[in-house]
């Protein structure tokens, strides 16, 4: 379960790598829930797609760009479910939903309300934590990328409005992880060993408009040899 993760601070990375404009504020390096972090969607005003929504895999070369606007949205970590009653309601429950199972987003009542609204969209981080077991003690441990640039995870977010209160919050999609050659020697034993859904870098656009039946296509396994796990130093 991915309850931390490290936000990309260097503010030229965001159009760089994601095409959104820079945050207008600091970030907090380290996202816990109920943190307030960014995530990316894409931009209300998009009425026409010309990136193939069914598309799961990398563009080839020579391919038209994508022309999908995306937009850079502001929440806490942890999602809050429009059905919630109440504000101290959504601060106890939205710690609990910092992930959402891909397996299980179109059965939960958590989660499946925003799923198929479509309410996708992807969270930039530079790395993300896990404990390392192993020893007999927790080892907090960093996990990135091997060429160093940034993560697009998959993720929902949802709009909460209740007496003149709003709360915009978003959750990370996780994919099981046991036989994954490096996730699976995280976390605690005997549980299953989950991992956030990564998304190819070419498949951002197509991910933010895929129809929401197509949707969990994307929900793989990051390959092993493109991530790197390194213990955190205290």
């Given at each position: 379960m991915s309850v931390h993760y490290e936000s990309v601070q260097t503010g030229t990375?965001?159009?760089e790598a994601f095409q959104v404009a820079t945050p207008s504020s600091a970030l907090e390096r380290h996202i816990w829930p109920r943190k307030l972090g960014v995530f990316i969607r894409k931009a209300p005003s998009v009425l026409d797609v010309s990136v193939d929504a069914d598309s799961t895999s990398e563009p080839t070369e020579g391919a038209t760009p994508d022309k999908s606007v995306r937009e850079l949205g502001v929440g806490q970590f942890g999602l809050v479910p429009p059905w919630v009653k109440s504000a101290s309601d959504a601060k106890l429950r939205s710690t609990?939903?910092?992930n959402a199972r891909s397996e299980t987003v179109t059965t939960s009542t958590n989660f499946r309300d925003t799923w198929l609204k479509g309410q996708r969209c992807i969270?930039?981080?530079?790395?993300?934590f896990e404990d390392d077991w192993r020893s007999g003690k927790a080892v907090p441990t960093r996990i990135t990328r091997v060429d160093g640039k940034p993560m697009g995870v998959a993720g929902l977010w949802e709009r909460w409005e209740k007496n003149g209160e709003e709360i915009i919050s978003f959750t990370l999609?996780?994919?099981n992880?046991?036989?994954h050659a490096l996730l699976h020697r995280y976390q605690q034993g005997g549980n299953e060993k989950r991992m956030p859904a990564i998304l190819g870098e070419g498949t951002y656009?197509?991910?933010l408009n895929a129809r929401h039946e197509k949707a969990k296509e994307f929900m793989r396994a990051y390959p092993a040899n493109w991530l790197t796990a390194n213990p955190v130093e205290k």
């Open positions: 990375l965001y159009p609990k939903l910092v969270v930039p981080m530079m790395a993300f999609l996780t994919v992880a046991n036989s656009d197509a991910w």
